[in-house]
């Protein structure tokens, strides 16, 4: 599993935590974000959206709903709100 950075001065739309890097789900996977990609914020969970490789942004409504309907992006906010003690 590869970690691929992203802007340093990029934060989540949602809490504002700086994120530096980001990491494919998949372990076999080693693929850069790309633009409309979707991931999840290791401080609050929240989801966010490439832009591009080194930027993000909050969700649509309607992208938030159906990235929320995905059963590995459920387990990964599961497993973030778990690490956090939440």
Known sequence: MTAFFVDRNAKCPHCGYKLDAATATNPNEDVAPEAGDRGVCIMCAGIIVYVDRWTMRAPTPEEEKETLENPEVQR??????????D
């Open 76 to 85: 990964l906010r599961q497993a973030v709100r778990k690490l956090h003690g």
